[in-house]
């Protein structure tokens, strides 16, 4: 493929920056060949000439593969792809693992996640690595599969910068193994091998300036298995930092247990060490920085403390290391002091503090210590010298003694880690974890970063060959030609180094030399390695090399090489720490080293000589033997390449993404550095060679099916489609392989594809948009058409209805003129007809008012008279009425404070309290009334009042009309005028002073009104604020009591949570002792050297628990089962069995102390069970407080004593003669008509009684209707005061009622049970009268003798006494019959639940011999056998529903027909004569309650084991909805396998787990239970998957979801399971799933979206849209500032708590067992002989 056709318009480049390294460029115009230039434009639209040198930018992949799951699916493989994918990654989806290849690529977030917790451990644990996505649980999960499937040991090579999270990714390693392989001895082997972590790191670990907890050293953990389970583990360690120990740098710290130490000084068993703070000491206080940010010394001092005991560390011990750790904190603070100016000689003072308590601590003589911290012994030929150490050389020993000291403590604390965790049996194969250094490049790099680069160089060599095997691999197991590709080999710098004459070997040379030197050991590097490529001389002349690593070029300081290759330490204070014994352990640390420590080499010196004697020269044998760092370092990194290459290396890469420590901050300079020197960019570019594209066949047709033809489609085989497709696309076959499950590309290759799947696409959509954009202007033609018709119909109507509107307006207009015309006419006739009149008028008018003015006069004049009188009258009635009133207001005012008086004294007494109430009302209404009738009398005043001011206006108005006419005819007639002013002034001061009366008069009435409407209205707030004040109470009281109830039921349900937590600790409990008992009886049985038998050994441990369930119950039954005669005797009802004094157990001999713990444990948790049933029980007579009196039967044979009346009281040894016979028979006839008569009498006297009972009843429902009516009535008026106590007082009556009426209820069932028990006994005593009275009369007198004991167990001709005889051995045989053996195949037709039925005959008849301890023994028989068929088939669904079943239907049976009353509510008559009479069922309910919880959570166990496997498969990976899975992305690992499972297939498992529980009759809200914890586990597991895997995160998984979901749903519908509360347990995963069908682009689309996820957390939701991959070139990306906008409004609305990010599925909800009570009569009950239950007698 030509380069112009891939540097088209518009594709995307990458170019170099000098800020981010690359960044993106668009190709502005296409390149062709022999192109200078390429044109492009960055992203900020900036232009770029681009030149182009050796070769062209690399180009982008495209966005549909940007953010790839694995880095080897991209199409375009190399440096900045790679950059880019990392990035996109990790900031936009927040996801810190990317494979690549064979690597893990691990970087470091600096923010706890929640990715870590056990459950997605177990979410991880059983899938292949490509299933879900990428995590370190993934690739440990992988190394665990390989290791338990082909039986080879594995490793985890871990690396990367100091600061890159190495040590979080072995700690999260390690217990990913613990957890999912177990122990498969030692219980806390798991504890051990994790319990290693903080001893290593407080040992090894420090804060340094990029990481807060840098491990110093490198460590392999090798964990050990068998039979896939941990059996121990070893840890071996390389390289310590023993220089970090005398000095580190400025915002450092020394090692951890230092800081920790000074931080629990305080402790009392550390008051001895003479510790302070950490800056008391030279050794802490360097870097200026005791205290580092979240961390707590004094806690992880505890968790070390308590690491060192679970590893088993005695505390003596512990106090031993702290002491000597604290010596070489205070050795570091001995002051040495110059003699003089010139440093020859050095000194300590005698008195320095820190030299006592070193002293102290390790038990030397301090002017020993002084002696040779300042001096050394110089051994020559024949003579030994003191010489004396500058102060300098003096520190140097010092410092050179502390870090030998923690050196060896460090190598003794790791070989007492490595003793406790190893297994003594060993292992069979092994997963090593190597914690180890990355490659290191500072600006001075001295010793330590030669050899970390040194094994780097190692570690990068093993890497290579294992890449390039695996692809060597991978082609020939698809049967791809091979061609040899061509790596970067760095064996030519591994041989510099450790070569013969190479870097290593010139070192230990130089070492061994007397006076060998830094600078000699440069200058013989330069004259050997100088021609080669790998190693260079700097240009500075400094005592320097540089080395061509495969990481790039270091530059190493040559200064201190030889020294620290050396390791020199002082041989005579080592000596002095030897010969202590202080301490056993200082002894052991300093022996570990062989027969002496090194010294320093012997120099010439002029010190002052010793005495003594001559010696050969000779030199140390530590000294011959001693090996130098380098040689250790070398040995020891060979033998982990040996262990390397003999297992199965996995690769982690842990990147640091920044040097701020910044969460989620990218630097990609820093990034690009480390990937260069992690070697991920090698495996790139191993697998850019190659083919690195690759995919299954099915894969690649669901993705480019819309660029295969028609033609070739129409073959079957997928590979000849794919290959006849590719031929035709691709036209060059070096540009890709077909194999045989896989077709291979080269790089680049499906970038093109893509591309062309674009094109094909865009051609398809162009096409239907031209089809439908067609459509669209045809219909807008045709309705623009018919719009222009429909217009001009109506233009034309308009014209039309226009002309004829002209025609009418014509047609008017000349009606109106004729009109107008006549109108006019007639207006001037009339205007002159009116003036006649009115001159008419007024001619008339004056005649007619002078005679009324006449007759006017006359009249005002008696008005004037009548006028007077009556204001005079009513002055005086005004004047009287007024002081009446008064005087009545006086007395009356007096009257009412009095009774006010005695209301107020009234009101305080309770017992006018309720008269008071029942008065209030009237009052009110009185009031009312009173309000109402004063507002009529003021709207009657009101309307005189206005009355009155109407007929003054009329009468001043025709008087004004007057007055005008008078001034007319003033000038005619002045005595006329002069009367009419002093009529009108008359008139004028009679009105207003008669008005002025009245309006006074009526306004002092309104006033009094007022005052009266006012006090009223006070009185009715008054009444309304008491009324609301009471009505509150009320309601708080209501709530109260709501509240109360509510915590009740929360008590409740927390209680039986507790409860059936409690019974499942107890099974896991009862699970370990059964286990610890099969190893004991094994150990017997091998011990004691048994023969073989033919018993199995389930057999015998059945018999063994039968008989220890049993044995306690047979000590106390023996007298009794010995007093039982074999024909079935009855027993008499006197005799009562008598506990046996005798303990079952009077000494534990022989007993086995597993069997002591087993029994101490069951007494605790029965103890424990007893107190949760006495709160149980206590709660329920708080919420039924019923209490039972004591009823009195009648006894119908105490008041007529029949015997008596038939005469058979004589003695039996009297004589009667033949002839009596016929008198006793007359006598039985007698006594027979006696008798009938008698129970007519009663029975028409308990016909009388009832018939009163159901009167009462009636009164008693109409009196409480009443009650009732009065509550709500006063509940409708509750301002009255009081309210609540009268409303408490007649509950508390109806209460005192309701009690009544069920005491009479009672008495009336319990005299219809004995007149029913009396006609039976009259009835078989009749039978028996004539039966013997055929006899001999000697036998007349039995049936006195059987009539008088009253047997328990009547015969068995009488009527069933529902229950089953049994004796005490044949236990065994009811047990295995009922239990052990029953098969409800053999018994078709048989009830369900029919062990529990024979169980409860059984115990019945125990109840009525009054044998307890038999019941009890039965019983617990029963529950024994039960948990061994359980534990036999703990697998077997239906079996654990069928004894579910029959367990609960077993405790209802012993609830229904218990004493206590509660459960007879649904019994029938029959029912309750069945009823338990002797035995108290109370404890053998709580242990039947215990099984049938621990029943339950098997059941829930066994189902969840069949659907686990399902869920994944049928919920998430299968496809209902066809064609929605080539909207997938590519780039992801996928298994190209089809689903184990489908929908289909779970619904019908699910259908099968409901049949099986309707079909063995367990109680339905039982089986709801179980349904909505089994889809809570469908619900959970599901979206834990979603959540762990990004490519289900997209449009077309949410749609298949859904419907899913919806499928789910149906089937709940279908089954009428809705209120089971499945579905309410399916609703975090129908959000999910409309989370990922929502749109999710602009803001109002966030606030829709925080809307819609009210149940997942804002942990999940952020997941989600994080992990959401949209479908290529129909959505757009998910921008971070929409998931921030998201997740801080979802913080917002529901708070910004911690939340779990994975569902529990392992929360089981608590299970209520209710009671139902049974409708079979016990005495209908049908065995089946298929049972060979003969032996048991139906009585």
């Not at 760095?490 to 030399?513: A, S, T, V, Y």
């Amino acid at each position: 493929m030509a380069a112009g056709d891939l540097y088209v318009q518009g594709a995307r480049v990458w170019i170099p920056d000098c800020v981010e390294v690359w960044r993106v460029a668009e190709v502005t115009r296409g390149y062709k060949e022999g192109d200078a230039i390429l044109y492009l434009c960055l992203e900020d639209g900036s232009a770029l000439a681009y030149p182009i040198e050796s070769q062209l930018p690399p180009l982008c992949n495209p966005d549909c593969l940007s953010g790839a799951d694995d880095l080897v699916a991209l199409s375009y493989l190399h440096e900045p792809a790679v950059l880019h994918s990392l990035r996109r990654r990790f900031l936009e989806a927040n996801a810190i693992y990317t494979y690549c290849g064979v690597i893990l690529v691990a970087i470091n977030p600096y923010k706890p996640l929640p990715i870590y917790e056990e459950e997605v451990i177990y979410a991880y644990s059983g899938h292949e690595i490509g299933d879900m996505d990428p995590h370190i649980f993934a690739l440990a999960e992988e190394a665990y599969k390989q290791m338990v499937r082909f039986g080879k040991n594995q490793s985890l090579i871990i690396s990367g910068e100091s600061g890159a999270g190495k040590t979080a990714s072995a700690k999260y390693a390690m217990r990913y193994f613990t957890t999912v392989g177990g122990c498969l001895c030692d219980s806390s082997m798991e504890e051990k091998v994790l319990a290693s972590s903080p001893i290593m790191e407080a040992f090894g670990n420090a804060r340094t300036t990029r990481n807060d907890n840098s491990s110093r050293f490198g460590k392999y953990i090798e964990i050990g298995f068998s039979q896939a389970r941990v059996t121990g583990a070893t840890i071996k360690t390389y390289l310590l930092e023993k220089s970090r120990v005398t000095f580190h740098a400025k915002a450092e710290r020394n090692y951890h247990i230092f800081y920790q130490l000074c931080a629990s000084a305080t402790l009392p068993e550390l008051q001895g060490l003479g510790l302070r703070g950490a800056e008391s000491f030279h050794y802490t206080s360097q870097g200026q920085c005791t205290a580092a940010q979240n961390t707590n010394d004094v806690a992880d001092l505890d968790s070390t403390r308590h690491a060192f005991s679970l590893l088993g560390v005695p505390e003596a011990n512990q106090l031993e290391l702290f002491s000597i750790l604290a010596a070489i904190l205070h050795l570091g603070n001995i002051v040495v002091r110059g003699r003089d100016r010139r440093g020859d000689g050095c000194f300590v003072e005698p008195a320095d503090k820190a030299l006592g308590l070193f002293c102290t601590l390790l038990g030397v003589e301090a002017s020993q210590v002084m002696r040779w911290l300042c001096h050394r012994k110089l051994v020559t030929a024949g003579e030994t010298y003191l010489k004396p150490l500058s102060r300098q050389q003096a520190l140097d020993s010092r410092d050179a003694l502390a870090k030998h000291m923690y050196g060896q403590v460090f190598r003794w604390m790791v070989s007492r880690v490595n003793r406790a965790l190893r297994s003594p049996e060993g292992h069979r194969t092994s997963i090593g974890i190597l914690d180890i250094y990355g490659f290191e490049m500072f600006e001075l790099n001295s010793f330590e970063q030669f050899c970390i680069n040194y094994a780097n160089e190692k570690l990068q060599q093993l890497f290579n060959l294992h890449v390039f095997k695996l692809e060597q691999e991978e082609y020939v197991a698809e049967e791809i030609p091979w061609v040899f590709v061509d790596f970067c080999d760095n064996q030519p710098c591994i041989e510099l180094i450790e070569g013969r004459l190479g870097i290593l070997d010139l070192l230990n040379e130089e070492c061994k030399m007397p006076q060998g030197s830094d600078g000699s050991w440069a200058q013989k590097l330069y004259q050997t390695h100088l021609s080669s490529s790998h190693f260079q001389k700097p240009k500075r002349p400094t005592d320097a090399f540089v080395v061509c690593h495969f990481a790039g070029k270091v530059e190493y300081q040559c200064d201190g090489f030889v020294e620290k290759n050396r390791d020199a330490v002082p041989e005579e204070l080592v000596g002095l720490l030897r010969a202590s014994k202080k301490s056993a352990l200082l002894a052991e640390l300093f022996l570990e080293e062989g027969d002496g420590p090194t010294s320093l080499q012997s120099r010439r010196s002029s010190g002052p000589r010793m005495a003594g004697r001559p010696s050969r020269r000779s030199l140390p044998n530590s000294q011959k033997s001693k090996k130098s760092i380098s040689s250790q370092f070398k040995a020891s990194l060979k033998r982990l390449m040996e262990m390397l290459g003999s297992t199965t290396p996995h690769y982690i890469r842990c990147i640091k993404p920044n040097d701020g420590k910044q969460p989620f901050v990218f630097d990609s300079r820093r990034a690009v550095e480390q990937l260069r020197a992690c070697g991920v960019l090698e495996t790139i570019r191993i697998s850019a060679s190659g083919y690195p594209s690759r995919w299954t066949y099915q894969e690649f047709l669901e993705r480019y099916r819309a660029l295969v033809s028609r033609e070739e489609l129409m073959d079957t085989d997928e590979k000849q489609i794919c290959s006849l497709a590719l031929e035709r696309l691709l036209q060059d076959p070096s540009k890709y392989q077909c194999g045989k499950s896989k077709v291979f590309f080269r790089a680049g290759q499906v970038a093109y594809l893509e591309e062309l799947r674009y094109r094909r696409l865009r051609s398809a959509c162009v096409l239907l948009q031209r089809h439908l954009r067609g459509w669209l202007a045809r219909m807008r033609f045709q309705r623009a058409r018919v719009a222009a018709v429909c217009l001009q119909r109506h233009a034309r109507g308009m014209l039309a209805r226009r002309f004829t509107r002209m025609l009418r307006r014509t047609r008017a207009a000349v009606t109106l003129q004729k009109t107008l015309r006549m109108v006019l006419a007639r207006r001037s006739y009339l205007r002159v007809r009116r003036a006649v009149i009115t001159i008419q008028a007024f001619a008339r008018g004056m005649f007619a008012r002078r005679l009324y003015q006449q007759m006017v006069w006359h009249q005002k004049a008696v008005v004037i008279q009548a006028a007077v009188r009556g204001w005079l009258a009513r002055t005086h009635y005004t004047r009287l009425r007024r002081t009446v009133i008064y005087l009545q207001c006086c007395y009356r005012r007096v009257q009412a404070r009095r009774e006010l008086r005695w209301l107020r004294i009234k009101a305080r007494s309770v017992e006018h309290y309720k008269q008071l109430h029942k008065g209030m009302e009237i009052k009110v209404i009185q009031l009312q009334c009173r309000l109402d009738e004063q507002a009529q009398e003021k709207q009657r005043l009101a309307e005189q009042l206005s009355g009155l001011n109407a007929a003054h206006a009329e009468e001043v108005q025709r008087l004004r009309a007057e007055m005008q006419q008078l001034r007319e005819d003033a000038a005619r007639d002045a005595q006329v005028q002069q009367l009419q002013e002093r009529l009108a002034e008359l008139e004028k001061h009679s009105v207003k002073s008669c008005l002025g009366q009245e309006v006074e008069e009526l306004r002092q009435r309104l006033a009094e009104v007022e005052a009266v409407k006012l006090q009223l209205g006070e009185e009715r707030d008054a009444l309304i604020q008491r009324m609301l004040e009471q009505s509150q109470d009320l309601e708080e009281q209501h709530q109260r009591a709501a509240r109360e109830s509510q915590g009740l039921l929360q008590e409740l349900e927390e209680e039986r949570a507790r409860y059936q937590s409690l019974v499942q600790e107890y099974a896991r409990l009862e699970q370990g002792y059964e286990n610890l008992r099969d190893e004991v009886a094994f150990y017997r049985q091998s011990t004691l050297r048994r023969s073989l038998s033919s018993e199995s050994f389930l057999g015998s441990e059945s018999s063994y628990l039968s008989s220890m369930s049993t044995a306690p119950s047979r000590d106390g039954s023996d007298q009794q089962a010995e007093g039982l005669e074999e024909g079935w005797q009855p027993v008499p009802e006197g005799l009562q069995p008598q506990p046996s004094g005798e303990a079952p157990l009077k000494s534990s001999v022989g007993q086995d102390p597993f069997e002591k713990a087993y029994l101490l444990l069951l007494g605790q948790f029965n103890a424990v069970n007893e107190e949760l049933a006495r709160t149980r029980e206590e709660l329920r007579r708080s919420k039924a407080p019923v209490e039972l009196e004591e009823r009195k039967p009648l006894d119908f044979f105490k008041r007529r004593n029949i015997a008596e009346m038939l005469g058979l009281g004589r003695s039996p040894g009297k004589v009667v003669v033949d002839d009596d016979l016929k008198h006793a028979y007359d006598a039985v006839q007698v006594a027979n008509r006696l008798l009938a008569s008698q129970l007519r009498e009663e029975k028409q006297q308990h016909e009388e009684e009832v018939e009163g009972l159901h009167l009462d009843i009636c009164s008693l429902k109409q009196l409480s209707q009443q009650q009732a009516a009065l509550i709500q009535d006063l509940q409708r008026h509750q301002g009255q005061e009081g309210l609540q106590h009268h409303v408490l007082q007649l509950k508390e009556e109806n209460w005192e009622l309701a009690q009544k009426l069920e005491k009479q209820e009672r008495t009336t069932l319990k005299l219809q049970k004995q007149l029913r028990a009396y006609a039976k006994q009259i009835q078989e005593f009749t039978g028996k009268l004539k039966r013997e009275a055929t006899g001999p009369v000697q036998k007349l007198a039995a049936p006195a003798v059987v009539v008088s004991q009253s047997p328990v167990i009547p015969s068995l001709a009488g009527l069933s006494q529902a229950m089953l005889a049994w004796r005490m051995e044949d236990e065994g045989r009811i047990i295995k019959a009922v239990i052990t053996d029953y098969k409800p195949q053999s018994s078709p037709g048989a009830l369900p639940d029919l062990p529990a039925y024979i169980l409860f005959l059984c115990f019945r008849h125990a109840d009525h011999c009054c044998d307890e301890p038999r019941a009890r023994s039965l019983l617990d028989a029963a529950i024994n056998a039960i948990k061994r068929v359980m534990k036999k088939h703990s697998d077997d669904f239906d079996v654990v529903a069928l004894w579910l079943a029959n367990t609960c239907r077993l405790l209802n049976c012993l609830r229904q027909y218990s004493q206590d009353e509660t459960y007879w509510q649904g019994n029938t008559v029959r029912q309750n004569e069945h009823r338990l009479q002797n035995v108290d069922p109370q404890s053998s309910c709580c242990s039947l309650g215990a099984l049938a919880v621990q029943l339950y959570q098997q059941l829930i166990r066994t189902a969840e084991k069949r659907l686990k496997p399902m869920i994944v498969a049928a919920m998430l990976e299968s496809e209902p909805i066809q064609g929605l899975s080539s909207s997938c992305p590519p780039g992801h690992r996928r298994s190209s396998a089809a689903p184990a499972h489908t929908l289909p297939e779970l619904l019908q498992q699910l259908g099968s787990f409901h049949a099986a529980l309707d079909r063995h009759g367990l109680a339905p809200s039982v089986g709801h239970q179980v349904l909505r914890q089994l889809f809570f586990l469908i619900s959970g597991t599901t979206l834990n998957y979603l959540l762990l895997r990004k490519d289900t995160c997209s449009w077309s998984c949410g749609i298949q979801l859904r419907y899913n979901i919806s499928q789910l749903e149906q089937w709940l519908r279908a089954e009428g399971l809705q209120q089971s509360g499945a579905c309410e347990v399916l609703e975090p995963l129908v959000q999910a799933a409309q989370l990922l069908q929502v749109k999710k682009v602009t803001e109002e689309d966030a606030g829709a979206l925080c809307s819609l996820c009210t149940v997942l957390s804002t942990q999940q939701v952020v997941k989600i849209l994080r992990a959401y991959t949209p479908a290529v070139g129909l959505e757009e990306r998910i921008s971070p500032s929409f998931i921030s906008s998201v997740e801080k409004k979802l913080q917002d609305q529901y708070g910004g708590g911690p939340s779990q990010l994975l569902v529990d599925t392992s929360h089981l909800f608590p299970v209520h067992l209710p009671f139902t009570t049974s409708p079979l009569h016990l005495d209908e009950l049908r065995i089946p002989d298929a049972l060979n239950l003969a032996f048991l007698i139906r009585l």
